[in-house]
């Protein structure tokens, strides 16, 4: 005689997608957590960066020629816009930990499947996985 269908395996598998352990999840927050601390520390010392060519300007800026001077706004203005390619980057993985504590961080935006651990503390802003990531590039 046939057995019932089996109704335990269809029920227990996941339906919309796989799940992360609470271990895991931890991983990825103290990773994040990390890498913003790290960006924090890189913003500060970029602000005390602008300062102090700011400084430079103000009160080195009589013996200066031309050049000098151009230079110096150069530096100055590659230091603002670093500045705010960090903030940039500070927001995404703040965003990210807003996100994880919803549930909705760290999966694939194609595929739908988890994105590794490894992978989301170098690259906290990914939101595809390598494999995705790998087609996307062969476009
Ligand atoms: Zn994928």
């Known amino acids: 005689m ?4 089996d109704t335990r395996t269809a ?18 927050r103290a990773a994040l957590a990390a ?3 790290e960006l924090r520390a890189e ?6 960066e602008i ?3 700011q400084r430079d300007r103000l009160t080195d800026s009589a013996g200066d020629d031309q050049a000098d001077t151009g230079t ?3 530096e100055r203005e590659q230091e603002i816009s670093l500045a705010n390619s960090i903030l940039e980057r500070i927001t995404q993985v ?3 930990l807003e996100r994880l504590d919803e549930g909705g961080y760290g999966w694939c935006e194609r595929c739908g499947n988890p994105i590794p ?3 989301l503390a170098a690259f906290p802003s990914a939101t595809l996985c390598v494999t995705c990531k790998q087609l996307e590039e062969r476009r």
């Open 2 to 5: 046939a057995k019932p269908a």
């Open 11 to 28: 029920s227990r598998k996941p339906v919309v997608k796989a799940t992360r352990s609470a271990a895991e999840t931890e991983k990825i």
């Open 35 to 37: 890498r913003r601390d």
């Open 43 to 48: 913003y500060d010392q970029t602000l005390s």
């Open 51 to 53: 300062t102090e060519l």
């Open 72 to 74: 110096k706004t150069l």
């Open 94 to 96: 703040e965003r990210a």
């Open 117 to 119: 651990v490894e992978r």
